[in-house]
């Protein structure tokens, strides 16, 4: 196995399609984490679909397949496309959604129409447009990840510049704007920088499935950490380990698509982070619930001893076990955890009476819920 | 028939078939869902397909409308958690049921004519030919399962069409009346499902997502009645079927791109004429 896996990083193909896979990870990561702060998630999948008529119209206005007019061409219409969901959406009654939804799928289709009629024209110089539909990771070669990699340095290094605008802008646009920031015009800019992250993983992934790339790694990313850098650094790297797991699993098994898998290993990531994140993720939760439950049903049945015992003139007065169950339901396994607490001991085979320290807690359960106990 | 005819009617069944379903989509603000049951789909095709080794058998649809109203209960479960908003689940849960449906075609069924791009993009210029004897007479395929489907969607609007107007309209007073919000919900989405699927071989997904979209929210600009929005929806849904043929065959051009294209431009109009009594007048201009 780890034959295999040095085998593949030493071919030179394969390290290229790794390292387009690991920038692209990186790049659509990092940039997700403010989509998602934006609500903006959906969005990514608008835009990938919408880029696809772009590139097409970059291929017969200059006839050129080279990457850096195709990315642009995309990155034109991906940014078109926001333009006019934003406009539909505040000028018509066509809500967020539907302008999405919309906006993806005409696009698509003209773009699909476009493809078709360049397909079928005579001259067809056009092989490996539709790479750009489902993706080819095997098939991309060094001036691809060239321009990925110069595009996404620019789109990382805006970022850290306006990191601290666009961070107020992400979660209180109303406090930018009273700062004096030029609120609109940061808009602009991060949905470009959103745009460029988008058009340069349409050839590795595919516009299907480049939305995934946006939006998984920052929402597993979120439920580890409440801080927006450190989700943004474990977005970027979820999205490259990814990245790397799709190519190098696609290069082991023969047939696996590449991306397709890297979906699939990101969205195994997001599972795990939902189950197992540590505060926020469910099986955290469940179990403070759990304990919660636990800690809520020791109190109730060490008060209920304590209130009885008051009625007779000693504190560890022995108490039969029925009228505990039938204070606080099932008392019998709370009265057993009790026991192994030192809390309550019990007397005999029906009869369970506090101890000192159960005593001294029950005490202060009491006073602190009523004030002066019994 | 002619052929040209035939895909104009497959076309014609399509588009109506999609846009019923679509205008309660608009309205209750679920119009990405159909993008996201329309690509999800594809492993519940691919499993029936593996499960019967046949492309054309009703599994197929049963297989799709299961994974269609997986798609929509994941996603519940993942905003119920209330660790992910609901746009960032739909995003996380129809990319990766896709992708599960394109590795399983490229692992298990890699030789079949089962392909990602007859899934995403469709091809309605080979509908008439595969044919199919219904009493006595010759039909496309196509032509019939849609048509069967119109029919579905039709009756299931037509009977619960009250419900559905006061659940869209008011949810809580519909559960208030014992309308049972979810199981409508879950019904219709089991029909963009099995809508959906119908359609996929002949359109494809991206164009379900067009026509489903696309004419109920011109009609929805257009009119503020329910009846009269799903009417409106269904003729412009007729405009788009028949002018995206004749763009595709003056342009030599995929049926369904032109289609999706003719959808936007046809919105377009509508929007440009549309009495513009409420445009703007709930946001201003920002």
Known sequence: ?374 | MSASLEIQLIAVLVAVACALPGVFLILRGMAMMSDAISHAILPGIVIAFLITGNLSSGWLILGAGLSGVLTVALVEVLRTTGLLKEDAAIGIVFPALFSFGVVLIAVFADDVHLDTDAVLLGELAFAPFDRHVILGREVPRAAVVMAIILVINAAFITLFYKELKMSTFDAALASSFGFAPSVLHYGLMALVSTTAVGAFDAVGSILVVALMVAPPAAAYLLTRRLSSMLVWSALIGCLVAVGGYWMARLLDASIAGSMATMAGILFVIVLAFAPSRSSGSRRGRA
């Open chain 1, 1 to 374: 196995m780890m034959d295999a896996i040095s085998t593949l990083f030493s071919d030179y193909t394969v390290r290229t399609v790794a390292l387009g896979a690991t920038l692209l990870g990186i790049t659509a990561g990092a940039l997700g984490c403010f989509a998602m702060l934006r609500r903006q998630s959906l969005l990514g999948d608008a835009i990938s679909h919408a880029a696809l008529p772009g590139i097409a119209i970059a291929f017969l206005i200059t006839g050129s397949k080279s990457p850096l007019v195709l990315v642009l061409g995309a990155g034109l219409a991906g940014w078109f496309g926001t333009f006019l969901i934003t406009g539909l959406t505040r000028r018509t009654r066509i809500t967020h959604d539907t302008a999405l939804a919309m906006l993806l799928s005409v696009f698509f289709g003209f773009g699909l129409m476009l493809l078709t009629f360049i397909q079928r024209r005579p001259d067809a110089n056009q092989a490996g447009l539709d790479s750009f539909l489902f993706g080819q990771a095997a098939a991309l070669m060094q001036r691809d990840i060239q321009v990925m990699f110069g595009i996404g340095c620019v789109v990382l290094l805006l970022m850290t510049l306006f990191w601290k605008e666009f961070k107020l802008i992400s979660f209180d646009a109303e406090a930018a704007h009273t700062l004096g920031l030029p609120v609109r015009a940061l808009d602009h800019l991060l949905t470009a920088l959103f745009v460029s992250a988008i058009v340069i993983g349409l050839q590795t992934v595919g516009v299907v499935l480049m939305s995934a790339m946006i939006i998984a790694p920052a929402a597993a990313a979120r439920q580890w950490t409440d801080r927006l850098w450190v989700m943004m650094g474990l977005a970027a790297f979820f999205g490259a380990v990814s990245g790397v797991g799709g190519v190098l699993s696609s290069g082991l098994v023969p047939h696996l698509p590449t991306g397709p898998v890297i979906v699939l290993f990101i969205s195994a990531i997001v599972v795990f982070s939902l189950l197992f994140a540590p505060n926020r993720g469910l099986a955290f939760r469940m179990m403070r619930q759990w304990r919660s439950g636990q800690q809520f049903r020791v109190d109730a049945v060490l008060v209920d001893m304590y209130t009885l015992a008051s009625q007779h003139e000693t504190v560890d007065h022995p108490h039969s076990e029925q009228v505990l169950n039938a204070m606080s339901g099932n008392a019998r396994r709370t009265l057993h955890l009790l026991e192994t607490l030192g809390l309550a001991q019990r007397i005999d085979d029906e009869h369970w009476g506090l101890t000192e320290s159960g005593t001294e807690r029950a005490r202060g359960l009491v006073e602190k819920r009523w004030g002066e106990g019994p």
